[in-house]
């Protein structure tokens, strides 16, 4: 991300009118480096440079629906991208996607959908999404073809089935296919579907957790189970929704206690601000430990409150205050003994996942989502300094804020 970023700085200083790379890297500071304010402008620099340019509307529109959560400016995007080129279904899917999550609008949502489909038919993804709202939000819909009725369940195993077909060589989409089966509990399917993903990748990660809850609570295989929950951890250790499943898992089957806490404590080392970990864990400490005063600190992390202190552990401040050599020196001596009983009891953290368990992160539900989590990024949200704390080349002037209605 930071060689994208910086590549993209070079453009800039090279051509300052060109927009596709200022959008580009607006985007970048957005998704990737949360840069909030800077991504904001960079943005608008964009889209007033070039109107036309729908990578940067599209761009904006999203950022205003996740980022500022401006409901009102993401739809005015989002109707200025479709108004720009009619003939989008980037557009016509990113709308459908928004009329569907944030405002609940699931009949526009299912016309803007079809509308994309007819348009974009072999745009994979499209159909999955179109999938995914037929199967699990749109399930009254039914369609008169060929003189049947056919019900959403159908509607959405076809659109599963075509992203196949655009994309036969994406794994992920056969995971979606089995997720889907096992939904419906159509099981000797699924089990054939999780199969040929892990024929076509032994070691991805995301079919190893998939298929690690298929075997927990559709075959009841729990030595099976639990020996893909671990492939999936080994195959990406950094991520906390593997181990917070793991922890899950052998806090309801095991009965391991112990073991559950490990892999709850790393999952938080990972991720230290996930809504769905801290609630888990205050759960697990309430209910099976009963250390109540301990799980009203998750509780509180989960709510989004930092406030209080995890007892036994200390909490480093965010800078560090200055002293000469000898008095660092000197407290380093001090501190050996504390802070290697601190690390040691860090080192038991841990973080996990699973994906479909009625007690674990079901991933395809919005429950185990990471949605709740909060990315720490370690680029510095000083204004004007990007990725890596690297100064970024700021082509915008300050009476770029006075044109908000322009854009």
Known sequence: DEEAGGKLRECITIDPSDSRAIGFYAKLLH???????????????AIKIDPTNMEAILGYAKFMEECRE????AEHYYHLAMKTDPSSGDALSQYAHFLQHRKRDYPGALKHYREAVDRCYEDAELHVDYGEFLSEVYTEYRELRNGEWQDSSMLAEEQYVQAIECAPSEVSYYVQLANFLTRKKRHKEAFKMYQTALTMDENNADTLGHYASFLEESKKDHDGAEQMFLRAIRADKRNPIYLYNYALFCQDRRKDYAKADDYFQRALQIDPKDKDVNEGYAQFLRHKMKKKKLAAVYFARAKGDFSKTVPGVVELP???????DDDSDDSDDSDDDSSDDDSSQASSSAASWTSGSSSSASVSSSSSSASGSTAVSSVSSVAREGPGDKKVVVLLRDDDDDDDDDD
Do not use: C
């Open 70 to 73: 401006n409901d009102a400016m």
């Open 318 to 324: 965010q800078e560090a205050p200055s002293s000469s």
């Open 31 to 45: 998704e990737h480096f949360g840069d909030v304010g800077l991504s904001d402008r960079y943005f608008r620099q």
